[in-house]
């Protein structure tokens, strides 16, 4: 960018500024975000979606890097981690929040982080935690989604417990692991799986991809209330049905997935497929914001910078996400601002 200027900038240190040195409070455009994505897109059926993506960096001085899981990398990779939410709804889809994973092994060096501008208060904080903290944020914002979407990352049975007690509903994968109980006993639920008939499944499309339909077989059964000690005793329990969502190739029956659902017990199965197939929409998200914004073009070091580029990048993601739905409502002539 500073070559690009032409102005005599010999370094970058006069863009990077912005992200380094700028006085401007980053959290506070990140609520106007919020703000501005629930204007614009809001409606009352929409869902919230959590996940994380990897960053992947050469050095070790990046705040947070580490030899880390990334799915920019397939496997573990030199790597930022950060989570994101996401809110999706008929009108389009864009982010909401963001949130830097830290390594333990960063923490228990206070140097490294000092150097880095992190926290000297930063406690190590789970990715499902920072999941908890965005949907917080935005639940006490009032935007307007009475469903979270999430892969088995946050399906522990924790996060799902404080969903009820926001009454939130929710479809949240778990692992075929995940124990439930089936007359009186524990069970894995790919064993549960395996008892299913053949005519408990049904055809049923989760959404558009690239491909066309997302066609697969489902099946669900609901779970008796009060079934689980973790849930026991909660009122709000009441309010919802439980059940337990499976979903399997049609081309390979053993490629299974699993899923928690908390929801109103009039809701269909079809319903239901539909709310589980916004998870792709994250996914499709970051890959338009690196692509479209550069999400993963940064070149900055510390931990407030990472927070800085990030909200600068969800924002002009938003604001590409909004031209796109007026466009298409036709609402908006060309000339017409596109904020407020």
């Known amino acids: 960018m500073a070559a690009r200027r032409g102005d005599g900038e010999r370094n970058p240190h006069g ?38 993506t990897g960053f992947l960096k050469k050095g070790k001085k990046s705040a947070g890097v580490a030899n880390q899981y990334s799915g ?8 930022q981690v950060g989570v994101f939410l996401l809110y999706a709804s008929v009108r389009g889809a864009a982010f909401l929040d963001r949130d830097l994973y830290v390594p333990e092994e960063w923490l228990a060096d206070p140097v490294r982080c000092r150097e880095a501008g992190i926290p000297a208060d930063r406690q190590v904080i789970s990715k499902g935690e920072l999941a908890k903290g965005m949907l917080a944020r935005a639940f006490a914002a009032n935007v307007p989604a009475n469903w979270v979407v999430g892969d088995a990352l946050y399906g522990y049975d924790e996060l799902r417990s404080w969903l009820q007690e926001q009454q939130k509903s929710y479809v949240l994968a778990i692992p075929e692991t995940h124990l ?31 491909q066309g339909p997302r066609l697969y077989e489902w099946a669900w059964f609901q779970l008796p209330e009060g079934g689980e000690s973790t849930e026991e005793g909660h009122e709000h329990c009441r309010e919802q049905a439980r059940f337990l969502l499976l979903r399997r190739s049609l081309s390979d029956l053993s490629k299974q997935a699993y899923y928690r659902v908390a929801s109103p017990a009039s809701l269909t199965l079809s319903e239901v497929v539909q709310i589980a197939g916004r998870r792709w929409t994250i996914e499709e998200g970051i890959e338009e914001a690196k692509g479209e914004v550069g999400l993963d073009q940064d070149e900055v070091r510390t931990y407030r910078a990472w927070y800085r580029f990030m909200t600068l990048a969800l924002f002009a993601h938003a604001v590409l996400s909004v031209v796109r739905h007026q466009a298409r409502e036709k609402k908006v002539p060309v000339s017409q601002p596109i904020f407020p």
Request: proline share 4%; aromatic share 6%; net charge negative.
């Open 15 to 52: 863009p990077q500024r912005l992200l380094t040195e700028a006085d401007w409070d980053e959290e506070a455009v990140r609520d106007e975000l919020r703000r501005y994505v629930a204007e614009h897109l809001g409606e009352a059926d929409g869902v919230l979606v959590v996940d994380e």
């Open 72 to 79: 920019a990398a397939h496997g573990l990779a030199n790597s």
């Open 180 to 210: 439930i109980w089936v007359t009186g006993r524990q069970q894995p639920i790919g064993y549960v799986a395996a008892l299913l008939p053949d005519d408990a499944w049904t055809v049923l499309s989760a959404g558009e991809g690239s």
